[in-house]
T-cell receptor, first 113, second 115 residues
Framework: EAGVVQSPRYKIIEKKQPVAFWCNPI?????LYWYRQNLGQGPELLIR????????DSQLPKDRFSAERLKGVDSTLKIQPAELGDSAVYLC???????????FGQGTRLTVV | AQTVTQSQPEMSVQEAETVTLSCTYD???????LFWYKQPPSRQMILVIR????KQQNATENRFSVNFQKAAKSFSLKISDSQLGDTAMYFC????????????WGAGTKLIIKP
């Protein structure tokens, strides 16, 4: 069974440019998470979806970040415009339902120059 | 607010040795879960072991075991017979029960297994 798939693995962009990350969760998992992980730190939750509904986006910087999960399966996370401080690894995770183990993808390493 | 502290930024041991990674946490909750995650260079976060706070027995998964001291709010991870593939970042995480898997993470410990 395929795990959580994220693309791209790496992305380098200039500041002020837009960027998007894509996540395909494990089949049947209705809970999806986006995390940001800065170098030398643990992950920080950005947004959590239950099916297509964003149920917790309190940590998402809404002035420049947006996310969607239109059909309750794949999800995209977008940053527009990107800033130097957005350089980080963006991790996606999914779980079958709330309070069950979350499985993580390999993340996208974003470098903003 | 809950916090998780990992006081060892980096550790290294020889292959086949036993190593213990430290984690302390602060919470006023009585019902919660604690986790150790492994993040190898591939960046994928992998669950190593999970402990439920109401269980007194320490969790064990093959070569991985924990020493859970609830009163001291300590949750250390012991890796026995360490292998080269154990080289990774290890994160301790806390989750309040019924919090919809909202994890509070420590800063991580970089573990290097030397041949």
């Amino acid at each position: 069974e395929a795990g959580v798939v994220q693309s791209p693995r790496y992305k380098i962009i200039e500041k002020k440019q837009p960027v998007a990350f894509w996540c395909n969760p494990i089949s049947g998992h209705n809970t999806l998470y986006w995390y940001r992980q800065n170098l030398g730190q643990g992950p920080e939750l950005l947004i959590r979806y239950e099916n297509e509904e964003a149920v917790d986006d309190s940590q998402l910087p809404k002035d420049r970040f947006s996310a969607e999960r239109l059909k309750g399966v794949d999800s995209t996370l977008k940053i527009q415009p990107a800033e130097l401080g957005d350089s980080a690894v963006y991790l996606c995770a999914s779980s079958f339902q709330e309070n069950t183990e979350a499985f993580f993808g390999q993340g996208t390493r974003l470098t903003v120059v | 607010a809950q916090t998780v502290t990992q006081s060892q930024p980096e550790m290294s041991v020889q292959e086949a040795e036993t190593v213990t990674l430290s984690c302390t946490y602060d919470t006023s909750e009585s019902n919660y879960y604690l986790f150790w995650y492994k993040q190898p260079p591939s960046r994928q976060m992998i669950l190593v072991i999970r402990q439920e706070a109401y269980k007194q027995q320490n969790a064990t998964e093959n070569r991985f075991s924990v020493n859970f001291q609830k009163a001291a709010k300590s949750f250390s991870l012991k890796i026995s017979d360490s292998q080269l593939g154990d080289t990774a970042m290890y994160f301790c995480a806390f989750m309040k029960k019924d919090s919809n898997y909202q994890l509070i993470w420590g800063a991580g410990t970089k573990l290097i297994i030397k041949p």
